[in-house]
Protein backbone atom coordinates (compact mmCIF):
# COMPACT_ATOMS: atom_id res chain seq x y z
CA UNK A 1 0.00 0.00 0.00
CA UNK A 2 1.27 3.47 -0.90
CA UNK A 3 1.86 6.11 1.76
CA UNK A 4 1.93 9.31 1.25
CA UNK A 5 4.04 11.79 2.55
CA UNK A 6 4.04 15.85 3.02
CA UNK A 7 7.11 17.56 1.38
CA UNK A 8 7.45 21.01 2.06
CA UNK A 9 8.19 23.03 -1.00
CA UNK A 10 9.86 26.30 -0.20
CA UNK A 11 8.62 27.55 -4.37
CA UNK A 12 5.39 26.98 -4.23
CA UNK A 13 2.20 28.99 -2.38
CA UNK A 14 3.26 31.81 0.13
CA UNK A 15 1.48 34.06 2.13
CA UNK A 16 0.37 37.70 0.91
CA UNK A 17 2.49 40.06 2.15
CA UNK A 18 1.30 43.19 4.53
CA UNK A 19 1.92 46.79 3.76
CA UNK A 20 3.72 46.85 7.20
CA UNK A 21 6.00 43.72 6.03
CA UNK A 22 6.56 45.24 2.78
CA UNK A 23 7.67 48.35 4.52
CA UNK A 24 10.11 46.21 6.92
CA UNK A 25 11.52 44.33 3.48
CA UNK A 26 11.97 47.35 1.16
CA UNK A 27 13.86 49.44 3.65
CA UNK A 28 15.66 46.18 4.50
CA UNK A 29 16.69 45.64 1.14
CA UNK A 30 17.49 48.96 0.08
CA UNK A 31 19.86 49.54 3.29
CA UNK A 32 21.84 45.94 2.34
CA UNK A 33 22.19 47.50 -1.16
CA UNK A 34 24.30 49.99 -0.27
CA UNK A 35 26.76 47.77 1.11
CA UNK A 36 26.52 45.01 -1.57
CA UNK A 37 26.36 46.88 -4.76
CA UNK A 38 27.20 50.19 -3.89
CA UNK A 39 28.46 50.74 -7.68
CA UNK A 40 27.18 48.62 -9.65
CA UNK A 41 23.74 50.27 -9.16
CA UNK A 42 22.53 53.47 -9.99
CA UNK A 43 18.84 52.56 -8.05
CA UNK A 44 17.38 49.16 -6.93
CA UNK A 45 13.43 48.94 -7.36
CA UNK A 46 11.34 46.76 -4.87
CA UNK A 47 7.97 45.79 -5.58
CA UNK A 48 5.17 43.35 -4.16
CA UNK A 49 2.62 41.44 -5.89
CA UNK A 50 0.73 38.96 -3.42
CA UNK A 51 3.40 36.39 -1.50
CA UNK A 52 6.28 37.73 -4.22
CA UNK A 53 8.91 40.73 -4.14
CA UNK A 54 10.55 41.26 -7.11
CA UNK A 55 13.98 42.88 -6.85
CA UNK A 56 15.15 45.39 -10.09
CA UNK A 57 17.86 47.01 -10.74
CA UNK A 58 19.06 49.73 -12.79
CA UNK A 59 22.51 50.07 -13.92
CA UNK A 60 24.92 53.05 -14.19
CA UNK A 61 24.18 54.46 -17.73
CA UNK A 62 21.45 52.56 -18.32
CA UNK A 63 17.51 53.61 -18.67
CA UNK A 64 15.90 50.15 -18.47
CA UNK A 65 15.20 48.39 -15.10
CA UNK A 66 16.11 44.85 -14.92
CA UNK A 67 15.12 42.08 -12.65
CA UNK A 68 17.43 40.57 -10.59
CA UNK A 69 15.70 38.18 -7.83
CA UNK A 70 12.07 37.11 -6.57
CA UNK A 71 11.20 36.41 -3.16
CA UNK A 72 8.42 34.78 -2.03
CA UNK A 73 7.43 34.82 1.42
CA UNK A 74 6.80 31.45 3.68
CA UNK A 75 5.51 33.06 6.58
CA UNK A 76 7.24 32.30 10.26
CA UNK A 77 9.42 30.25 7.57
CA UNK A 78 10.90 33.48 6.04
CA UNK A 79 11.45 33.78 2.14
CA UNK A 80 12.50 31.76 -0.60
CA UNK A 81 14.35 33.18 -3.68
CA UNK A 82 14.31 32.59 -7.30
CA UNK A 83 17.32 33.93 -9.59
CA UNK A 84 16.32 35.55 -12.86
CA UNK A 85 17.65 33.89 -15.62
CA UNK A 86 18.32 36.15 -18.80
CA UNK A 87 18.84 33.33 -21.22
CA UNK A 88 14.92 31.62 -20.28
CA UNK A 89 13.54 35.33 -18.91
CA UNK A 90 12.06 33.73 -16.26
CA UNK A 91 12.62 32.94 -12.59
CA UNK A 92 14.24 30.10 -11.44
CA UNK A 93 14.35 28.28 -7.80
CA UNK A 94 17.95 28.39 -6.36
CA UNK A 95 19.40 28.19 -2.80
CA UNK A 96 20.46 31.20 -0.97
CA UNK A 97 24.50 31.56 -0.52
CA UNK A 98 24.21 29.65 2.82
CA UNK A 99 23.44 26.66 0.77
CA UNK A 100 19.92 26.66 2.63
CA UNK A 101 16.45 26.99 1.04
CA UNK A 102 14.89 29.63 2.96
CA UNK A 103 16.24 32.99 3.73
CA UNK A 104 16.46 36.62 4.56
CA UNK A 105 15.74 39.36 2.05
CA UNK A 106 18.86 40.75 2.15
CA UNK A 107 20.48 36.88 1.14
CA UNK A 108 18.26 37.38 -1.66
CA UNK A 109 19.76 40.58 -3.13
CA UNK A 110 22.96 38.64 -2.65
CA UNK A 111 21.52 35.84 -4.92
CA UNK A 112 20.37 38.46 -7.45
CA UNK A 113 23.45 41.00 -7.95
CA UNK A 114 25.61 38.25 -9.02
CA UNK A 115 24.97 38.94 -12.02
CA UNK A 116 25.62 42.30 -12.05
CA UNK A 117 29.09 43.26 -13.51
Same mark, same amino acid.
Given at each position: ?????????????????????????????????????????????????????????????????????????? *??? *?????????????????????????????????? *????? *?
Amino acid at each position: MAQWAWIFDPHSDGEIISKELQEQTRRKILTHAVNVCPTKASSIHVRFQGAFCYINVQEPGNERTMPLCRLRYK *GLR *GWSVAFYTYSDEAYAPCLFPSGKMMGTPEEGLEV *GVVSL *G
